[in-house]
């Protein structure tokens, strides 16, 4: 770490009709450096965030420019989270009594030498400017500057070619719906709680399906190697630094473009193994935005021997016709009866529900037959008020089976996990039809237009993708 003068201010500086003196000084940085450890932890602010190294000093009602980074606490000091990590919440208290050692230190040896200025720990490592999507409040995205540091052993740095916005959770997280931002979740009892602390906070950077190109590679890495073309789970950011053994090489040949749809079919292969056709099963898939069209496919592979797909879109409903669906329904066609109808009133052996519509998982279980499986794939939001469980949900006996990318069906026993999913991902990429479904291309500077076409579901829209300057 290395010590940056900064300019004098009114705190530890300048003080109107006096000076404070040398020996004073240190003493009310502690007091600065500490307070914030016995005020609580670092919250987590992002999908997967860990506390960065960044705390500073500021000037009253000055914001310092720092990565992906939030104020938390008055307005004298700040200490700042940073970019997504692999879920490491770590106290203050830990870090900040190794920085003061380190001020008490450097002021021993002499290397303050002024008094009246104000001093700021910063990293070494060089770093580079970015343009990030962050999101300022519900439904308020900026385009702002952000620094991305230099990657270390175990990371790299990717420029950004191309990101995609989800239609499904990342509307959740931008409309406010989601859980974090009013509860916290306890990864000990994986149980969400009301607190005064949620997980999410504004400003935050978010967005999982970025596509870009290796510039730079930490020491200890040995692949990717610098120029390939990764996936990763990382934020609507011009250039990103994460750990190298989270990206995901493209196959060979594939329009980068399409490689922003690996997010989107994990989650769809996923559904499938949780929903575990059986060869002649009718399935229906309701919501065909980009992962129920996703599932079409996949289970029009899989040797099912009805496909429907229910969409209120006409457009989608023809995609999915090409797609592998042998039939189409509009939700407002009563999708239970006119599965009875084309079944012999069996009802489907299997209905997946990703539209993230309250009143489809309602009907869902009103589609499946007798003792079939309702697999609900979406982030719901809002509330529940058309949702019965007391007619065909208590006599038919569905089973409803949550399916959440995060880990693999456990009835698949030990041979698969999210390692050999995504090795079946990298293939299928290759193999389905993904041209189409990419719909709505948009740079960087127009994030906030894009969230609101993908929020508000214009008119022949699957998947909007963000793009970047080279």
């Not at 960044?54 to 307005?75: H, K, R």
């Not at 529940?384 to 949900?393: D, Q, R």
Request: with cysteine; proline share 7%.
């Amino acid at each position: 770490m290395r010590l940056r003068r900064r300019p004098p201010g009114l705190l530890l500086g300048r003080w109107p009709g006096r000076q404070l003196t040398r020996r004073a000084e240190p003493i009310i940085t502690a007091v600065l450096l500490l307070v914030p450890a016995f005020i609580g932890s670092a919250r987590s602010i992002g999908p997967a965030r860990t506390v960065a190294a960044g705390l500073a000093f500021c000037d009253p009602g000055s914001t310092p420019n720092v990565p992906d980074g939030i104020m938390v606490g008055p307005a004298w000091y700040s200490v700042f989270v940073g970019p997504p990590t692999a879920g490491v919440r770590r106290p203050l208290w830990s870090g900040l009594a190794a920085r003061f050692g380190s001020l008490w230190r450097s002021r021993r040896r002499g290397d303050w030498r002024s008094s009246s200025s104000i001093w700021r720990i910063e990293p070494t490592m060089p770093e580079t400017i970015a343009e990030a999507a962050v999101l300022t409040g519900p439904r308020n995205v900026e385009v702002r500057e952000v620094r991305v540091f230099a990657p270390g052993p175990q990371e790299v740095q990717i420029a950004t070619m191309f990101s995609g916005i989800s239609a499904g959770t990342e509307m959740n997280v931008y409309r406010g719906h989601a859980p974090q931002w009013q509860l916290q979740f306890n990864p000990a009892t994986r149980l969400f709680t009301h607190t005064d602390s949620p997980d999410w906070t504004y400003p935050l950077t978010y967005g999982y399906a970025n596509v870009g190109r290796v510039v730079e590679s930490g020491d200890a890495v040995t692949s990717p190697s610098t120029g390939d073309v990764v996936f990763s789970y990382s934020p609507h950011q011009s250039v990103v630094v994460t750990t190298a053994g989270s990206t995901v090489k493209l196959p060979d040949g594939i329009d980068p473009r399409l490689g922003v749809l690996n997010a989107n079919l994990n989650t769809a292969l996923n559904g499938v193994l949780d929903a575990r056709p059986s060869l002649g099963d009718v399935v229906v898939v309701s919501g065909l935005g980009v992962i129920g069209l996703l599932v079409t496919q996949l289970m029009h592979r899989t040797g099912a021997g009805l496909v429907i797909g229910v969409d209120r879109i006409n457009s989608r409903r023809e995609l999915a016709t090409r797609m592998g669906a042998n039939a189409v329904i509009d939700p407002s066609e009563r999708v239970a009866e006119r599965v009875r109808t084309l079944t012999q009133n069996r009802g489907a052996d299997i209905v997946i529900e990703v539209s993230g519509a309250p009143a489809a998982l309602n009907e869902a279980i009103r589609t499946v037959g007798f003792g079939g499986r309702v697999i609900a794939m979406s982030w719901y939001g809002g509330t529940f008020e058309s949702l019965s469980l007391a007619g065909e949900f208590h006599h038919n006996r569905p089973r409803i089976i949550s399916s959440q990318v995060g880990s693999v069906n456990p009835d698949l026993g030990p041979l698969w996990d999210t390692t050999r999913r995504q090795q079946l991902v990298s293939q299928l990429l290759t193999h389905l039809d993904l041209t189409p479904l990419v719909t709505h291309v948009l740079p960087i500077s127009q994030a906030a237009e894009a969230y609101a076409l993908v929020d508000r579901g214009a008119d022949g829209l699957v998947q909007c993708v963000l793009t970047y300057r080279a």
